[in-house]
């Protein structure tokens, strides 16, 4: 990956302080459409990341480059707007007004931003920028912000650039403990490593499917959050916690959208729980059983699957995984497939053979990355 420093040197001279910054993706092992309605979640941060080289301006500009993106430049007012949708300034505009709203706008940065992480493939990518930018430019204004306060204005944030997410991504970019996968809960908000058992191993194999977070699936995303939302009021639920405590509600929905949605969120948090003590008593096959499990409500009750990922499951448990099962938004993107680590080369082979040996476009590096959980941004080694 290039130095996103050379690119901050190239692109806006040299001179300045500079700071580099840097945000992992995430995997979400499971726990799947469920951080939004208050429910624990089990992502891991990945070794892959957002770096952003920045130095901090006299005015109130930000300026930044991607490789892949070009340059934008902006003026930060205390009361920013989205620009055209789909434009990765957006995100930009999300970190700066996500500091605005907590501690008022500051100055601004000269930013390079340099990824290794594919777009558009459920890896948060998206969430990892934002966090990576605001945490740029609260160093640009000498900010020191706490774990609690970057929760309260980065999902936030993200219903900027228009999807109504939770605050899964943003927690496992932030706290998130090399070795460990983290139980994010929400009410209130906390985060506990669960160490990994030896010989456990994951990949996040891409479905070649691009999930952009504008468009067709932010409507479709929204929806189900919307269903699950008008689910609950419909039974006269306060939270999910509370409905969590009435095992049979979902009987007295009428069959449909609402009620399938009801019962994959309550039937998943369920399994995140199942997967944590099987985490912690070190118990791969269960582990897997719960991850298929996941898939098949994600694909048959919630419906934010797509065949593609359905292939690439069933594909992935045919080369010896234990499990695998759509990680992040859904309808394309990447599945997380778990297997015994030194099953790992052969679980990769038998992917690159049966799912991806009839697709050009297929790029090892970019579309079945290993996942080996490492640290988040507030426990990075600085650089
Ligand atoms: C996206 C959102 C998360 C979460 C997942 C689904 O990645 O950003 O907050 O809702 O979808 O689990």
């Known amino acids: 990956m290039t130095d996103p420093r050379e690119r901050l040197r190239e692109t806006f001279g040299g001179g300045g302080e500079t700071w580099l910054v840097s945000a992992p993706g995430r995997v979400n092992l499971i726990g799947e459409h469920i951080d939004y309605h208050g429910l624990p979640v089990l992502p891991i941060a990945m070794r892959r990341s957002i770096r952003v080289a920045f130095r901090a301006r006299a005015d109130r500009q930000i300026r930044a480059v991607s490789a892949g993106y070009g340059a934008r430049a902006f003026e930060w007012t205390p009361e920013l707007a989205p620009t055209a949708a789909g434009d990765w300034e957006n995100y930009l505009r999300a970190a700066a007004q996500a500091v605005s709203r907590q501690w008022g706008a500051g100055v601004g940065v000269d930013a390079a931003v340099v990824s290794d992480l594919p777009p558009a493939a459920g890896l948060s990518s998206s969430s990892a920028l934002i966090v990576a930018f605001t945490l740029g430019l ?8 706490s774990f609690e306060q970057l929760m309260e204005v980065l999902p936030e944030g993200e219903q900027f650039v228009g999807t109504r997410g939770g605050g899964m991504d943003h927690a496992a970019s932030l706290a998130s403990r090399a070795g460990c996968a983290s139980l994010i809960e929400f009410e209130p908000l906390s985060v506990r490593p669960i160490p990994i058992p030896e010989g456990w191993g994951f990949l996040a194999a891409h479905s070649l499917q691009t999930a952009e977070k504008s468009g067709r699936v932010r409507e479709e995303y929204n929806a189900r959050r919307a269903a699950g939302t008008a689910a609950l009021r419909r039974l006269g639920f306060a939270s999910y916690r509370a409905a969590m405590e ?82 992040g938004g859904g309808f394309g993107g990447c599945a997380v497939v778990f297997c015994r680590e030194r099953d790992l080369p052969a679980v990769r082979r038998g992917l690159i053979d049966r799912y991806y040996a009839r697709s050009p476009e297929f790029d090892e590096d970019q579309h079945l990355i290993g996942a080996e959980p490492g640290p988040g941004a507030l426990h990075a080694q600085k650089a």
Not at 138 to 145: D, T, V
């Open 138 to 145: 609260l160093r640009a204004n000498r900010i020191e912000a």
């Open 246 to 327: 009435e095992p049979k509600a979902a009987e007295r929905l009428a069959a449909g959208p609402e009620r399938d949605s009801f019962l994959h969120v309550t039937s998943e948090a369920l399994r995140v729980r199942a997967a944590v003590s099987a985490m912690e008593r070190d118990d791969p096959g269960e582990f897997g059983r719960l991850l298929l499990e996941s898939h098949a409500s994600l694909r048959d009750r919630l419906k934010v699957s797509c065949p593609a990922l359905d292939r690439l499951v069933e594909i992935a448990t045919e080369c010896g995984a234990l499990g695998a099962r759509l990680t």
